[in-house]
């Protein structure tokens, strides 16, 4: 072989060679800018399983324990503190003496009635025996007349006309006298009454001298002393004394400001959480009663909670954080929160689907609390909705599902 040809053939497989190097390069270039979608790697998203549970909507505030009812207890008569059986901070119960006055005045009073019933019991007796008086003389009379005017319709002429016309008279005036002392017994009987309901009054006021608790409960304050002068409660002077303040405490009213905002949605046996921490005591309660109106100053209204206190464990002035319950969906599909997109008062999530792949559904949503929404249409149990940023993901894009839980402890 010549040296020509032996060079031709050294060329040759020169380019051979680098045409199968720049096709490996090619290729490798090809693949390392994504030209094969197939063996791209797909981007990872977060994403949350559709779960059903029990949502709540709730209030937190903090309230303040009144006492159940509480009154200043003062004197319906004008007197002198006698004598206190009470002191600060005694349990009493209801009709327990407290203090007793003096009134001499109104002993008086009373020896005063009794001597003026007793009187007019001695006007009716006295009444009454002219009325036997009198019934007598009318029957006498009576009888004289119905004889004379028997003896004239027999014989008209045996009997004078002017004495049968005096009998008939006497008759009358008889039966006057009757009707009389009828009428003086009645008025007698009638001032007898009076002078018992005056008589009753007295006695009555007198009572009032024994100062009665009205309710159970705790003396909370002391106003009066031994001596002192006590003006009657039901004057209309500003210097109307209380001898005592009755609190019942053994069941406290746990008094919310609930905000104009969630007012529509309070109701009576609503669901409330109580945390007293002063005493770390912790309980249930329920919504008793409300205002029903929304202060003006304040823009709340008031919410009260009856709570039963037999130890006396929580005083009045205390506070409270009360958790109030607005609203209840129980056994709910539920989303976290920002897997959520409103939008023109329409909501949607993004959803991965068995092909790993994102689709966009339009839902309808509940209730929602500070980490969960409850969902009513569009999605079912087990679905994943992607959560988080969802700007950089659009509907058929093919993604890597990683399932997270916000909001709730890994």
């Known amino acids: 072989m010549d040296r020509g040809t032996v060079l031709i053939k050294q060329f040759s497989l020169l380019g051979l060679m680098c045409l199968i190097a720049a096709s490996v390069s090619c290729s490798r270039s090809g693949k390392a800018n994504g030209a094969d979608p197939a063996e791209a790697k797909a981007t990872s998203v977060a994403v949350a399983k559709v779960e059903r549970e029990d949502l709540s909507r709730e209030q937190t505030m903090m309230a303040e324990f009144r006492p159940y009812q509480e009154i200043d207890v003062h004197s319906k008569v004008a007197g002198y503190v006698k004598k206190m059986f009470v002191d600060v901070g005694d349990q009493v119960k209801v009709g327990q003496l407290l203090a007793t006055l003096e009134i001499p005045e ?3 009073d009373v020896d005063q009635a009794a001597a003026a019933e007793s009187r007019s019991e001695e006007e009716i007796k006295r009444a009454e025996s002219e009325l036997r008086r009198a019934e007598a003389a009318h029957e006498e009379a009576h009888i004289t007349y119905t004889r004379m005017a028997s003896v004239v319709k027999l014989k008209p002429r045996l009997i004078a006309q002017e004495e049968v016309d005096q009998a008939m008279a006497r008759d009358r005036v008889a039966e006057a006298q009757v009707d009389t002392s009828k009428a003086a017994i009645a008025v007698a009987r009638q001032r007898l009454l009076e002078q018992k309901a005056a008589g009753e009054r007295v006695k009555t006021l007198l009572a009032y001298s024994l100062i009665e608790a009205p309710f159970s409960g ?3 304050k002391r106003f009066a002393d031994v001596g002192a002068m006590i003006p009657a409660g039901t004057s209309t002077s500003t210097q109307a004394m209380p001898l005592v303040r009755l ?5 406290l009213r746990l008094v919310l400001s609930v905000p104009e905002s969630v007012v529509s949605m309070v109701r009576v046996g609503s669901t409330v959480d109580v945390k007293v921490q002063s005493v770390d005591h912790s309980f249930k309660g329920t919504v008793w009663r409300f205002t029903d109106k929304v202060d003006t100053a304040t823009r709340t209204m ?3 909670i009856d709570v039963p206190n037999r130890g006396l464990a929580l005083k009045p002035g205390m506070y409270a954080s009360a958790v109030l319950t607005l609203d209840r969906a129980p056994s709910v599909l539920t989303v976290p929160l920002q897997s959520v997109t ?5 909501a949607s999530v993004l959803v991965v689907d068995d092909q790993k792949t994102i689709q966009e559904r339009q839902v309808t949503a509940g209730i929602e609390t500070a980490t969960r929404i409850a969902i009513l249409t569009g999605l079912q149990e087990g679905d994943l909705v ?3 940023s969802k700007s950089q993901f659009k509907p058929g894009q093919r993604v890597e599902p990683k399932i997270v839980e916000p909001g709730r402890p890994e």
């Open 106 to 108: 109104l002993k008086a």
């Open 218 to 220: 705790v003396i909370t």
């Open 247 to 251: 609190s019942q405490n053994d069941r």
């Open 302 to 304: 008031e919410v009260e």
């Open 342 to 346: 409103v939008s023109d008062n329409k």
């Open 386 to 388: 992607v959560v988080g």
